[in-house]
């Protein structure tokens, strides 16, 4: 599979890399149910992608974004763009000013909003955003949608304070945990399939075959979805779901 960077490799990195960060942003705060700084990345989401579209319809990319005096009238400019792809024209332009007015007038960018930031405008922003991103890679790669949503899920991995990388090798700091523990933190800290030899190598253990019978036992229950051939595996809702009730509040998200 491409990567984000390929996938939106038309762009100028003055673009394509701060728009890649603020979503990065928006779902990796969204996971680590931080509303605020969530939604309020979704503000400069909306003036990066305005950027995009209104530069993509003239024929000339700016070295960075820029946000326009008046974000709505601006968006409803852009809908006299005939001549681009029809979600570029009329529905992310329609979009963009309600993922904007999250962040002005409910209580994230300024004070005083109708609300606090929280669950249900932060699930909004997501969505948006998820949906914004993956159109633009499927029309700037030309990808179908299924693939289009793929690249745009590999954007972000779970930052897990215990879970610390160097190059290719994924540690768990903490080997007080229990095999099971270290074994859900490394899967959840993914965002694409792990392979069951890295995994063994990551956790440093030393009895192959109890190890094969915890991951089927994980399986089993439902924690991980173990490939037939038992080479590969992902984290399921229900894992999700240990990791983040019973392990995570244990260390101090960053």
């Known amino acids: 599979m491409i990567s984000p960077t390929q996938a939106l490799g038309s762009l100028p990195a003055g673009l394509r890399d701060p728009l890649l960060a603020e979503c990065r942003y928006i779902i990796q705060n969204f996971m680590e149910r931080k509303w605020l700084p969530s939604e309020l990345s979704g503000g400069r989401f909306c003036e990066i992608v305005y950027t995009i579209l209104h530069d993509h319809a003239t024929g000339s990319y700016s070295a960075s974004p820029a946000k326009p005096n008046n974000f709505a009238n601006a968006c409803r400019q852009l809908e006299n763009n005939a001549h681009v792809p029809r979600s570029f024209q009329i529905l992310i332009p329609r979009l963009l000013p309600a993922l904007y007015e999250i962040r002005n007038n409910r209580g994230v960018g300024h004070i005083g909003g109708e609300v606090n930031p929280n669950y249900m405008d932060a699930t909004a922003v997501l969505s948006m955003a998820n949906w914004i991103m993956a159109e633009l890679v499927r029309v700037f790669h030309q990808l179908p949608t299924d693939d289009a949503q793929k690249v745009v899920d590999s954007l972000v991995e779970r930052r897990i304070p ?29 965002s694409a399939p792990v392979a069951s030899d890295d995994l063994y190598t990551w956790t440093g253990y030393k009895d192959r075959g109890y190890f094969n019978r915890l991951l089927r036992s994980l399986h089993d229950s439902r924690f991980i979805e173990l490939s037939a051939d038992e080479n590969t595996m992902e984290i399921l809702p229900p894992g999700t779901k240990y990791v983040e009730d019973s392990l995570l509040p244990t260390f101090k998200l960053k």
């Open 162 to 190: 215990v879970v610390w990388q160097i190059g290719e090798i994924r540690r768990v700091l903490d080997t007080s945990l229990k095999l099971k523990d270290q074994v859900l933190l490394l899967i959840c800290s993914c």
